[in-house]
């Protein structure tokens, strides 16, 4: 089974910062790669897929990179309603399409 | 708009079943697949359960292999996740999630509905 870390686990940032979260994959995903936010109380919600395209509704600040195992999300200026945890997944193995552990992104 | 609601969840003692539903709307149900995902009390997102469109392949987890059962009813466009042998450790927020294709990711997710096994 693929294993998805994702670091650093907790994030602290001040609004208008740019953010950047990164996360590994054991083997090779190619870029069959997406990234998930949750609020608390919330469903999560597709972010990126294809390692680097925005779903449908998601803003310009929040962009995604890479391929094979080393994935980035970064968002330009954070915005108070990016706190979040943020998770990645694998989808070139399904099933599984295994998750990250997630990041808390808080506020400094 | 695409929503996917969620019902079934509640309290269960160890050993014990129960069956979680998922009514989905907005989109063509029976043209794709469907998962389940869960997220124990302050825990991160764990793929249990995904069938495809037409409800002729299924797969599992290992954690829930041989006692949980997903299954779907497309004149209804409802999602189901039979739950036997329950046990503590299946304590968790179930989401019912669309998957946009084959090799895809989940692009809609519905909130979930917590189900609680204990005694």
């Known amino acids: 089974e693929i294993v998805m870390t994702q670091s650093p686990a907790t994030l602290s940032v001040s609004p208008g910062e740019r953010v950047t979260l990164s996360c590994r994959a054991s083997?090779?995903?190619?870029?069959?790669f997406a990234w998930y936010q949750q609020k608390p109380g919330q469903a999560p919600r597709l972010l990126i897929y294809?390692?680097?395209t925005r779903a449908t509704g998601i803003p310009a600040r929040f962009s995604g990179s890479g391929s094979g195992t080393e994935f980035t999300l970064t968002i330009s200026s954070l915005q108070s309603e990016d706190f979040a945890i943020y998770y990645c997944?694998?989808?070139?193995?399904?099933?599984?399409?295994?998750f990250g552990q997630g990041t808390k992104v808080e506020i400094k | 708009e695409v929503q996917l609601l969620e019902s079934g969840g509640g309290l269960v003692q160890p050993g014990g079943s129960l069956r979680l539903s998922c009514a989905a709307s907005?989109?063509?149900?029976?043209?794709?697949?469907m998962s389940w995902v869960r997220q124990a009390p302050g825990k991160g997102l764990e793929w249990v359960s995904v069938?495809?469109?037409?409800?002729?392949?299924?797969y599992y987890a290992d954690s829930v292999k041989g006692r949980f059962t997903i299954s779907r009813d497309n004149s209804k466009n409802t999602l189901y996740l039979h739950m036997n042998s329950l046990r503590a450790d299946d304590t968790a927020v179930y989401h019912c999630?669309?998957?946009?294709?084959?090799?895809?990711?989940?692009?809609?997710w519905g909130q979930g509905t917590l189900v609680t096994v204990s005694s």
């Open positions: 997944q694998q989808y070139n193995i399904w099933p599984p399409g295994t």
């Open positions: 069938i495809s469109g037409g409800g002729d392949r299924t």
């Open positions: 907005g989109f063509t149900f029976s043209n794709y697949a």
């Open positions: 999630a669309k998957k946009t294709g084959g090799q895809a990711p989940l692009d809609y």
């Open positions: 294809g390692a680097s």
């Open positions: 083997q090779s995903v190619y870029s069959n």
